[in-house]
């Protein structure tokens, strides 16, 4: 496969030699299965750093530059990932920071996770076998820290132990579905609204731990201010929606049509027959089992959805199956109870298929997720 390097560079002029110089003659030689080029992504650093790279490009020819606007890393990493993909054909991505602090030794051991047939690597200083760096003053070890452990609480997403960093490997194939939606963040908290998505979107994620080290020569760019500001409202955003307008979002509206359906086929059955509620409610459910089958295949779990009649009937048949069993022993089950006990005087049927739908509610939404549309790895 073919593997383009990104390394974003502002002002990282030594370092980003250097960093060249260890790739090309300690890492990439111990690479047999790969063709290995790099690509330094640069702002137009005012050191000079474009013009030290096209210097060392008659030297090595597997190397590269993109020289752009500032707008800062992540939209430097989109633009570079779009060059690498349109103009180097890349298959595979890094991206590692210039100044050193990512261990370019650890590069085939990422390879290693795509080989293996991960789409994404994550390298993770937070886990067993990682680190960060033992002089840091204690505070900046807080705030590193404590940073991710916010990430991981607010997405609800714990799998993953470092969201923030920037040493990873990926498949153009989750560039290339992200990138539209990679706009809004164009700073440092790029690496967590790109993972983040990757990780919803089902890419196999894996991890791999490393030292991170300290930076010799220059300054980080980062501004924490601007930074924490910025990542807590993309995290806070992104997980509202995820839970809003996520699955029990859409599950919730579709079981709303569903029960104006069933709530209109009841009130008609009792107003015009004495059949006993429980029965009454296991007819007009009939209705909204089949409206809320279709709207979820082609909505709320369109990811996981029938691919051919064949299985879109066997489904539907598991669909009714399960409902039903809800349907009967929950929502008629207690719609027929309230009835024997309470009798039916106008309004007490409805009271008892309103707090009866809200106890088949939490059924139904376990059955239809961990049964019927359970996830499906990526393919
Ligand atoms: N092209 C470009 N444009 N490159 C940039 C920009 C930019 O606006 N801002 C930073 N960089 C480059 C730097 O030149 C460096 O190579 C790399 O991005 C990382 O920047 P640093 O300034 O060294 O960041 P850090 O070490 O403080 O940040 C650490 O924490 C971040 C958040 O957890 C690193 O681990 C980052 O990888 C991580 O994302
Ligand atoms: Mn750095």
Do not use: C
């Not at 030699?17 to 992504?41: G, R, T």
């Amino acid at each position: 496969m073919k593997v383009v390097v990104i390394t974003p560079t502002y002002n990282e002029k030594g370092n980003v030699e250097k960093l060249i110089n260890i790739l090309e003659e300690e890492v990439f030689p111990k690479i047999k299965n790969h063709d290995m080029h790099i690509l330094v992504a640069d702002d137009n650093s005012p050191d000079g750093t474009a013009d030290a790279i096209k210097k060392l490009m008659q030297k090595w020819k597997n190397l590269d530059v993109n020289v752009g606007e500032k707008q800062g890393l992540g939209a430097a990493y989109v633009r570079a990932m779009t060059y690498a993909v349109d103009k180097m054909n890349a298959d595979v991505m890094f991206q590692i920071d210039a100044d050193l602090q990512h261990d370019p030794a650890k590069i085939p051991q990422f390879l290693e996770k795509i080989d293996q047939g991960y789409d994404m690597v994550i390298g993770t200083r937070y886990s067993d076998g990682g680190s960060i760096p033992a002089g840091w003053p204690i505070q900046r070890k807080i705030f590193s820290i404590l940073g991710n452990l916010v990430v991981r609480t607010i997405l609800l997403k714990f799998s993953i132990h470092d969201w923030t960093g920037g040493f990873r490997v990926l498949r153009k194939e989750v560039f290339l579905k992200e990138k539209n939606e990679l706009t809004s963040f164009k700073g440092y908290t790029f690496q967590v609204s790109f993972l983040n998505k990757a990780v919803r979107d089902g890419f196999k994620v894996a991890e791999v731990p490393f030292h991170f080290g300290e930076r010799s020569i220059g300054d980080s760019k980062i501004a924490p201010m601007a930074y924490i500001t910025d990542l807590l409202k993309y995290v806070i955003t992104a997980s509202i929606k995820e839970k809003l307008f996520g699955t029990f979002g859409k599950f919730l509206v579709v079981g709303g049509t569903g029960f104006i359906i069933q709530l209109i086929v009841y009130k008609f059955i009792i107003g015009s027959s004495n059949l006993p509620l429980g029965l009454a409610n296991l007819l007009s459910a009939q209705l909204a089992i089949f409206s809320n089958y279709n709207l979820n295949n082609l909505w709320t779990f369109k990811h996981e959805k029938s691919s051919n009649l064949a299985s879109y009937f066997v489904k539907m048949l598991g669909f009714f199956a399960t409902s039903n069993v809800g349907v009967l022993i929950i929502q008629s089950g207690l719609i027929q109870l309230g009835e024997i006990f309470f009798g039916r005087n106008y309004p007490l049927p409805y009271v008892y298929f309103v707090l009866a739908t809200g106890v088949l509610l939490i059924y139904n939404f376990s059955m239809y997720r961990f049964v019927i549309w359970r996830k499906k790895p990526h393919q």
